[in-house]
């Protein structure tokens, strides 16, 4: 691999052919890449479906009374004035689709072509199976026009018609002109207001069109992907030429350069170059990634993104001239340049060299260590902040002297906190290739100790980049010893890390959980007096059998968890530990403490690790296995005496299921890294399941108890819930209530939420008043059924679970 700025084996004469060859070059072909902007554009048009459904439930009378007022202002007009651009709108916007089309076939893009098709048959399919609930909830214009003529109804267009056209101009772009492409979406943005113009329909169900296409659209160019969009050979050589500065070759530079194209060029006076070029994709990349650490990371100086990319490029090579003038040895600036589509390029004249990354280990002396930081001295001394001081932007020159590159993320005038998060990159990035005493010690011999103390609290992954946060991963316990060399070469006692994390990613899908849960909830507390009235007339002697039952569940849990094993366990210590688990996972998700309980105390009897891991694994398997047995026994029952198809999905909704498991499991297939962990690690763990197993049938009388104890767990949750509605009035028969609950426990097992919480709760009033049962039994009679099987076992669980700790069970 090569550095930035050169190459192991420079080149600098040019013979007399190149001199003579045309300062142009032949139009490459482009490659057809996903960029950064299809998944932006992925991401603003999902929130624009969204929002758009949002509107047609919740804003109907808002949306007819807008476009009642809208027509009724436009009568005052002459109406053939109204009618003809009505027309005029509507005939154009319908030539759009079929002048694309013909464009495609002339310019024999097939490719292109496949994709339209493919677009316009999912929108029509989406947008089809959900015509229903469309069209039952747009809104009639309250007085429509009585007096327009025929052939005006019939250019009327409809949700399907715009989201076709939507997604295939989304799908076209890339090989569109911006000024048709601008012409193209004007067009069919303008369709929404004509339609308001004469009164003929409401707003929202195009408008719901519109945003499908355009998500259906975006998801079609991130999967297949588009051409690439950045300038090409021609266009960065004419750029150049216009400027002033005429290459006679130009060949992309196969380096690592962050956020931009690297190219190695050289004039005809025999002068070679670097150029770094930097696009509409590369500016997107760079947004993106600025949000993205805005809205996880806190505290690690990041400034606001530039208004331009005209003005970050103006920015780094202002940057990289004060550097340079401050005496730290960077590659020279020549020049930024302005390229066509507002591309810009930064020429930076080219060193012989190579990346320190690059660079075997052993060639990285303590000299040349020092000297790195001799370098990274200069800049603290006059305040530079690189930002991204990692080993792919220290430079290696032939003649062994350091330099530091790319300061696209550099700022000048920066904070204490800035430039001790350049040491904190440098000394990890560095450990990474010398280990963590020799980076330290260089670190404190230059810059003294007191500075790597205080940078050591951004010692730690979320503070570092990208790649050397993957590069950790590989080599786990080199952060330790990075904290223990800092604390033996400084006056720190331990290092306390600086809080850097705005917010956890489950922190944000649990609270998306509780606000879906909370917003299902919400509208069955309406009728708030009824349901204080069902809780004052309770029947709360019923609530003691539901404890009774909820206190089987850890009994018949623990007779399956000891049947999975060969050694024999004891049924008492083992329905602790399940009770235990009751503690731990109210304060993990999806009972993730409590396998992991499971799993501790399995290896303290003595089970070997793999072992205990496959007995899980089949205790799980058989536990889910009789689970659908009895969701399909009591189902058949109930479907005797109760209708359950009122609360079993529409046919729409399986429908969009399926959709999406196929769709992931076509994901699954197609990606490289999934199937390498199916193969690698989901199929040897489902090789030892099936191994137990079959170990397991051998043995019938563990088998049987197994299967008993998994099912007294299930029924036993049956049982709570059966006497909770008893406890309100109940009347549900006991078929339904299970089908209730086996249903209900499916779909609310999915939520990453700490026993469910919020998911359950829904799922089950849901399914209770699908049933006929009133919410204002349903609702309370849930509440206690949770608080007999979730809340009440938490302290036993508590003491259960530092019972095991004292004995050394766990």
């Known amino acids: 691999m090569v550095g930035n700025f050169g190459t192991a084996a420079a080149s600098p004469a040019i013979d007399d052919d190149r001199k003579i060859q045309a300062k142009t070059v032949k139009a490459e072909q482009r490659p057809w890449v996903r960029s950064p902007v299809d998944f932006m554009r992925l991401i603003v048009s999902a929130l624009a479906v969204g929002l758009s459904v949002l509107g047609l439930g919740y804003l109907q009378g808002t949306a007819a009374g807008l476009s009642s ?115 193209a979406w004007l067009l069919l943005l303008l369709v929404v207001p004509a339609e308001m113009l004469v009164g003929l329909a409401a707003p929202s169900g195009l408008l719901v069109g519109l945003a499908t296409g355009w998500f259906v659209g975006s998801a079609t160019v991130v999967a297949f992907g588009a051409p690439q969009r950045n300038p090409t050979h021609a266009d960065v050589l004419a750029g150049l030429s216009d400027a ?24 005809d006076e025999g002068r070679s170059y670097f150029v770094k070029v930097l696009g509409a994709d590369e500016r997107s990349a760079d947004l993106m990634f600025r949000v993205f650490r805005w809205l996880r990371l806190s505290g690690v100086g990041d400034e606001r993104p530039f208004s331009s990319l005209r003005r970050a490029v103006e920015h780094e090579a202002m940057v990289s001239a004060l550097a340079d003038r401050a005496g730290v040895r960077t590659p020279a600036i020549v020049a930024p340049i302005s390229l066509k589509d507002d591309s810009m390029a930064l020429v930076y004249e080219r060193v012989d060299g190579r990346s320190l990354d690059s660079v075997d280990p052993s060639e990285i002396t303590d000299g040349v260590l020092h000297d790195i930081w001799q370098q990274v001295g200069l800049l603290r001394s006059h305040r530079i902040g690189h930002r991204d001081l990692r080993s792919a932007n220290v430079f290696l020159t032939a003649s062994g002297h350091a330099m530091l590159i790319d300061f696209g993320f550099g700022e000048v005038a920066v904070s204490d906190l800035l430039l001790d998060q350049d040491v904190a990159q440098l000394v990890v990035s560095t450990a990474l290739d010398v280990g963590a005493e020799r980076a330290v010690d260089a670190a404190v011999d230059v810059l003294g100790p007191a500075a790597v103390a205080a940078a050591a609290p951004r010692m730690q992954p979320l503070a570092l980049s990208g790649a050397t946060q993957t590069a950790l991963k590989k080599d786990k316990g080199l952060m330790a010893a990075v904290h223990d060399r800092v604390v033996a070469r400084t006056e720190l006692d331990e290092i306390e890390l600086a809080e850097v994390e705005r917010v956890k990613p489950r922190t944000v899908v649990l609270a998306l959980m509780l606000f879906a849960a909370v917003w299902v909830l919400i509208p069955q507390f309406a009728d708030l007096p009824r349901i204080l009235e069902q809780v004052r007339g309770a029947n709360w002697a019923w609530a003691v059998p539901a404890v009774v039952f909820s206190m089987l569940t850890y009994v018949g849990a623990a007779m399956a968890l000891s049947a999975s094993v060969p050694q024999r366990l004891s049924l ?141 767990l299930t029924l036993s949750y049956i049982g709570a819930l059966w006497a909770s509605v008893e406890a309100f009035g109940g009347g549900l028969s006991v078929a339904g209530i299970a089908v209730v609950f086996l249903a209900g426990a499916s779909i609310a097992s999915a939520a990453p939420t700490p026993g469910g919480i919020g998911a359950v709760e829904a799922a089950l009033v849901a399914g209770l008043t699908a049933l006929g049962l009133a919410s204002a039994v349903a609702v309370p009679a849930v509440f206690l059924y949770r608080l007999a099987t979730f809340w009440l076992p938490v302290i036993p669980g508590w003491i259960g679970f530092t019972v095991l700790q004292r004995r050394g069970d766990i």
């Open 69 to 183: 007022d809208f027509a009724q202002i436009t009568r005052t007009a002459p109406g053939f004035f109204t009618l003809s651009i009505y027309a005029t709108f509507d005939v154009v916007a319908s030539l759009v689709p079929l002048a694309v089309l013909v464009w495609i076939l002339v310019r024999r893009h097939w490719r292109l072509l496949g994709l339209y098709f493919i677009t316009s048959f999912v929108v029509s399919l989406v947008l089809n199976a959900l015509a229903g609930s469309i069209d039952s909830r747009v809104p009639g214009v309250p007085n429509p026009p009585d007096d327009l003529p025929s052939w005006a109804s019939e250019l009327v267009w409809t949700p399907e018609g715009v989201g076709g056209l939507a997604a295939a101009l989304v799908v076209s772009a890339p090989w569109m002109t911006r000024r048709w492409r601008r012409t």
């Open 244 to 267: 002033g500065l005429p290459l006679v070759e130009l060949a992309r530079a196969g380096v690592d350069a962050r956020g931009s194209t690297p190219y190695f060029g050289a004039d």
């Open 572 to 712: 008492g210590r083992t329905t602790l530990v399940t009770l235990g688990g009751s503690f731990v996972n109210r304060v993990t998700p999806a009972k993730v403490g409590g396998i992991a309980l499971n799993m501790r105390y399995l290896q303290k009897q003595g089970v070997e690790t793999a072992v205990a891991a496959s007995s899980i694994g089949l205790y799980q398997g058989i536990g889910i296995a009789v689970h659908l047995s009895l969701l399909l026994t009591f189902g058949l029952w109930a479907g005797r005496t109760v209708s359950i198809t009122e609360f079993l999905p529409s046919g729409t909704v399986v429908f969009i299921v399926a959709a999406v498991v196929l769709a992931v499991i076509g994901v699954a297939i197609a990606v490289p890294k999934i199937r390498r962990f199916l193969r690698t690690v989901v199929r040897p763990q489902l090789s030892k399941i099936r191994a137990s197993f079959v170990d397991l049938l051998r043995r019938p009388g563990r088998l049987l108890v197994l299967v008993v104890g998994s099912a007294i």
